[in-house]
């Protein structure tokens, strides 16, 4: 406890904004102002024990206050709380009215001496500042003369306002006083035993009544409650111990009074609880202190507000019953029960749901789709025209139940931008739920709310986010679904797909059937084949072959080039591609049935002219009569060193001049060294096929994948041996039991392809015959190589070598049939990257 001690004539102060330190109470800062380490450094930190400093309020410009000198703001003030990571610093000064006039701060004219208990002093890393924390303890009041500056902080000449022994002697005989100290030691005895009671500990607490004087009693009671900075100010100015006594036990009763009330609440809050609901224990004491004051009004509460949103969704009778059965039950339970938040979720579901809301299909004009058709997919004649002929039958009956589109082809030749247009010609929202790789039936369904973590399916979400009831919906990749344990999505689909059932869908999340027949579904496919049979006969499916040589060209120079200026910020003043150059990278540089890689070789081309307008950028000049911008405002935040870079433009100077000072000399015209600077080597080589027939025994052939056409060369070669056939490659059944056949075919003709001579009668005595499939590191299997392996084995027994330009593809039969082909455009835009510009146009020569 702090005893009575002589005060210096002066002493060093450190100011507290805001906040006051009273006598006998204890509080930590942290000093970090270069004043208040200052301070500390000399008066606490070289003295150790004898150290003494002088702690003063100051208040903000805005209150009123009595005053003693004024400072600006900002000369070391401090600030500080009991907390144990208050800081004390040094806010900036404000201007007023853009003067250079700044706020004053008012000190207040009676402080407390303080002593430091403790010390400890650290640097803070990189900055290298040192700072010290400080713990404080107040011993006396005093009062302020006047102040000064002592370097960076403040000293003052104080004198003590502490009553003499004799004069506390006089005081004590007061019958005022004594009355005054009674009242005071009852109300500080009877919180004193409330907090023990509640806190469970002993009577330590109540040695201080009788052991530290009552006027000192009163300072450290009154410093342990949390009042307003006016409060504290008061009891600091209180130097009669009468008026000191007064308001302390104005303060102590009101303390009292407080915890009274709470606790009542709290009485009242554990009296309706029961031993399973103590963990709603904060929600029902808030409950009750709505009550206490008053303000029970849960109108505008949650719950209210959930139940107004599903009124207004528009939900069919049936639905709204069980939706209003689960509100009723929502309604029953706390929000801390396990269930409260699954059925408030499920509830916003019912209520976010589009049950009628619905976007108005605008007219559609054939005509203005037609043009959009054309203008965003180049070539696609078929298909567009499957797609004005499905708009045509909306057209005329809008609620008719047309065929679902499901288009199929390799990637990167519009089905997903198909759909999309197909949404914009409607005038509805567009929706894309990919399918790839989904392998569990609750994708589509939605999971049972009995499961933890349980969520609606795909299609309930996408509606949910759509916003409406009749969106096009474009269900990509669903040939890519699979099937385990966890069920088969392909069949949960079956539903979705079937114009019939659809209508009263069920999710096994939303527990209520939901109408999907207002939605248009469109599907995407790489391939048709892992489509079960059951899901494919709900679907019209519409083929999207891969893009041809030329028509490459032209999706390149009117879609490709413009976007990719466009994604890079370019035009066409600063980088222009020929149609010469855009020929090579497809013919060089892509091997693909759509236009993805195409694009992403293009965009490459483009980041590297970007790079050089970035380089070759310029800055606006500025004329001669450009006038610097003065100011005092300018001028006091060059002097606070302050960085300000400003330029004026002149009036003289026009948009054509500052727009031409961005623009390079010329435009960067890609050439065939550039290309293969950006790009590298040629990946492709026109001449392939021709090189790679070179020899009898070689053929080419024409197979298709779901990535689009390919090219496979055919090897056959022959050796001394048994009469054996040996297959290499990594193939499958279905085409070793093709070169069996090719074999077999050729070995029955041989005599009519002048293979033997009459006197043979086995091709293949004392032979054997060796045919491989190159890249054996890909698994190859299908019957269409029937006519390629033919071929190669007739070039190999006739020694006459196969023609570069031509390439084959087809089953065959014993007979010597060839079976009808499919994937004939796929295979053929393949080809003819393989072959020179000579053999193509050879190849429209004999189709003409």
């Given amino acids: 406890m702090a005893e009575s001690v002589e005060l210096p004539s002066r002493l060093a102060i450190l100011p507290f904004r805001n906040k006051v330190l009273l006598p006998g109470a204890i509080i930590r800062i942290r000093c970090t102002s270069a004043s208040s380490v200052k301070l500390v450094e000399q008066e ?139 009242q005071f030691k009852a109300t500080a005895m009877e919180l004193i035993t409330l907090l023990e009671q509640k ?127 689960e509100l009723r039950r929502l ?152 099937s385990d344990v966890r069920g088969d999505p392909a069949s949960a689909l079956l539903e979705v797909l079937d114009p019939e059932q659809n209508k009263t869908f069920n999710d096994h999340y939303l527990n209520v059937p939901f109408d999907l027949s207002k939605v248009v579904f469109v599907a995407t496919a790489n391939r048709v084949q892992p489509i079960p049979p059951a899901l494919l006969d709900r679907m019209e499916v519409i083929e999207l072959p891969g893009y041809t040589y030329e028509e490459k060209l032209n999706i390149a120079m009117r879609h490709l080039i413009p976007r990719v200026l466009d994604q890079h910020g370019l035009s066409s003043e600063f980088l222009q591609i020929p149609e010469a150059v855009v020929k090579l990278v497809i013919q060089r540089y892509t091997r693909e049935a759509g236009v993805r890689n195409l694009e992403r070789n ?49 009036m003289g100077l026009n948009n054509h001049e500052i727009s031409n000072a961005f623009k390079i000399t010329m435009p960067l015209i890609v050439d065939e060294a550039m290309l293969e600077k950006v790009l590298g080597p040629p990946r492709f080589d026109d001449s392939e096929a021709a090189e790679r027939v070179a020899t009898p025994g070689v053929s080419v052939g024409l197979v298709w994948t779901s990535f689009g056409g390919e090219v496979q060369f055919v090897e056959a070669t022959e050796m001394a041996g048994n009469g054996e056939l040996h297959l290499t490659g990594q193939l499958g059944d279905v085409i070793k039991e093709s070169a069996q056949i090719a074999l077999t075919w050729v070995r029955a003709r041989s005599r009519d392809l002048i293979l033997a001579s009459a006197e043979e009668t086995n091709l293949m005595e004392s032979r054997d015959i060796h045919i491989h499939f190159p890249a054996g590191a890909v698994p190859k299997d299908g019957p269409s190589a029937g006519v390629t392996m033919v071929t190669a084995l007739v070039s190999l027994l006739s020694q006459r070598r196969v023609r570069a330009d031509t390439a084959m593809t087809g089953e065959i039969t014993l007979r010597g049939l060839v079976l009808p082909v499919g994937g004939v455009k796929d295979k053929i835009c393949r080809y003819w990257q393989l072959t020179d510009l000579e053999s193509r146009e050879s190849f429209y020569r004999r189709e003409i």
């Fill in 44 to 182: 606490l930190w070289q003295r150790e024990e004898k150290g003494l400093i002088g702690i003063l309020p100051v208040r903000d410009a805005t209150e009123t206050a009595s005053v003693s000198p004024s400072l600006p703001q900002g000369a070391g003030s401090d600030s500080a709380e009991r907390s144990s990571k208050t800081h004390v610093g040094t806010p900036e000064a404000h201007k007023l009215d853009g003067k250079n006039q700044q706020e004053v701060t008012y000190w207040h004219n009676r402080g407390v001496a303080a002593r430091a208990l403790h010390l400890s002093r650290g640097v803070e890393k990189p900055s290298g500042r040192v700072t010290y924390i400080v713990v404080l303890e107040g011993l006396c009041r005093f009062n302020v003369q006047d102040l000064s500056t002592r370097g960076t902080y403040y000293t003052a000449r104080i004198s003590p306002l502490d009553m003499t022994k004799a004069e506390m002697e006089q005081v004590e005989q007061d019958p005022e006083f004594v009355t005054l100290s009674r």
């Fill in 199 to 325: 806190q469970k500990t002993g009577g330590r607490t109540k040695v201080l009544l009788d052991t530290v004087p009552v006027h000192k009693l009163a300072d450290i009671f009154v410093a342990s409650f949390e009042i307003s900075f006016e409060e504290q100010l008061a009891m600091l100015d209180s130097v009669d111990l009468k008026v000191r006594l007064s308001k302390a036990t104005e303060l102590v009763d009101r303390h009292l009074q407080s915890i009274r009330v709470a606790e009542k609440i709290s009485q009242k809050v554990e009296g309706q609880l029961s031993k399973s609901q103590k963990e709603f224990l904060l929600r029902q004491q808030m409950r009750a202190i709505k009550e206490e004051l008053g303000d029970n009004d849960d109108d505008e509460d949650d719950v209210t507000a959930l139940e107004r949103k599903m009124e207004s969704a528009g939900m069919p009778s049936n639905i709204w019953k069980h939706a209003q059965r």
């Fill in 331 to 482: 309604k029953k339970m706390q929000p801390q029960q396990p269930g409260y938040n699954s059925s408030r979720v499920y509830l916003e579901l019912l209520a976010d749901l589009p049950w009628q809301k619905t976007t108005e299909e605008q007219d559609l004009d054939l005509k203005a789709t037609r043009e959009r058709l054309d203008s965003d997919h180049y070539g696609l004649v078929k298909v567009k025209q499957r797609v004005i002929e499905y708009l045509a039958v909306r057209k005329l009956k809008p609620d008719a139940r047309g065929p679902i589109l499901c288009f199929v082809g390799p990637p990167g030749v519009g089905k997903t931008s198909l759909a999309s247009s197909i949404a914009a010609s409607l005038g509805r929202k567009f929706i894309r739920i990919s399918l790839g790789g989904v392998k569990d039936e609750a994708d589509i369904r939605g999971h049972r709310r009995t499961y933890i973590g349980s969520m609606p399916g795909r299609l309930i979400d996408g509606v949910k986010r759509v916003g409406v009831c009749n969106p096009v919906m474009l269900l990509d990749e669903i040939d890519k679904t699979g």
């Fill in 602 to 650: 293009l965009a490459a081309l483009a980041r590297a002219a970007a790079v050089r307008v970035a380089e070759q950028g310029q800055a606006v000049p500025l004329n001669k009569d450009v006038h610097q911008l003065a100011s005092p405002l300018l001028e006091n935040r060059l002097a606070d060193g302050a960085e300000v870079e400003m330029e004026v433009i002149p």
